[in-house]
């Protein structure tokens, strides 16, 4: 069966199996500069480099089982939650605002400057990603989102808590973007290392550690008290009591 419909098969010289083409790539003619006349050469595209451009041209829709899926995770986003980290980028980093919507955040942490940028901003002088530059190739731009999240793991945020790159580039799950940045702006309040810039209340404080040290005789008389799981013999008690009312009168005695 063809892997994709309108495509041909061809066997060809030092093929061991046959090659699955389209009908407009089977032949590319490629000229020769030179004093010889031109010459023309026959080109077979593979099928990895074909599915290659088809994995690296833009997504297309979904549909059926993938459509819903793809649906219940769209409602997880929030624009509320949008503004507010939107403010504290720009108070954290300084980078200019972007305009309100889900695919304009999207475009604003797509190329992966905005998000090194903020990450840098939580590590004080010792910057985790030393050069940031913007580009426009696409493996570029995965590459900063990919450095930005190595470092907000080394910052602390859990990998429960990480975003995938396609989430963020392709936007398959902007929800998970968010929740990322929620847990580092958390982090970066219960630190309190004069790094965080922002309101404090914009994210939850974690709770800390609390360590208590007993001595040794402490511990000793700890285990003669009675724990209150195993009740106790002191208090209030039903003894002497009796059920509500009186005993029914069979004979009146006089």
């Known amino acids: 069966m063809c892997p994709l419909p309108n495509t041909y098969i061809f066997m060809t010289a030092g093929h061991s199996r046959p090659v699955w083409c389209t009908p407009h790539c089977v032949v590319r003619k490629k000229k020769k500069s030179g004093n010889t006349a031109a010459q023309a050469q026959t080109h077979l595209y593979s099928p990895e480099s074909y599915y290659t451009k088809i994995r690296m041209a833009n997504k297309g829709p ?99 808590d990480m975003f995938q790159t396609v989430d963020l580039y392709e936007g398959k799950d902007l929800a998970a973007v968010q929740r990322t940045l929620m847990a580092l702006g958390s982090l970066a309040v219960t630190k309190n290392d004069g790094c965080y810039k922002g309101d404090p209340n914009w994210f939850h404080k974690k709770a800390q550690e609390n360590r208590r040290e007993f001595t040794e005789e402490q511990l000793t008389d700890g285990k003669n008290v009675i724990g209150l799981q195993m009740g106790t013999n002191r208090g209030a008690s039903q003894s002497g009591m009796t059920g509500y009312g009186q005993a029914r009168q069979i004979i009146n005695n006089p």
């Open 62 to 160: 979904a549909y059926g089982l993938s459509r819903e899926v793809q649906s219940k995770i769209d409602k997880k986003y929030d624009t509320e939650l949008e503004e507010r980290l939107a403010e504290w980028i720009v108070v954290q980093c300084g980078v200019d605002r972007p305009k309100p919507g889900k695919i304009e955040f999207q475009n604003w942490l797509k190329n992966g400057c905005v998000l090194c940028e903020l990450i840098n901003s939580l590590y004080g002088s010792n910057k985790p990603i030393k050069t940031i530059k913007s580009s426009t190739m696409v493996f570029k731009q995965m590459e900063l989102i990919s450095m930005f999240l190595k470092a907000a793991e080394n910052y602390g945020v859990t990998k429960t």
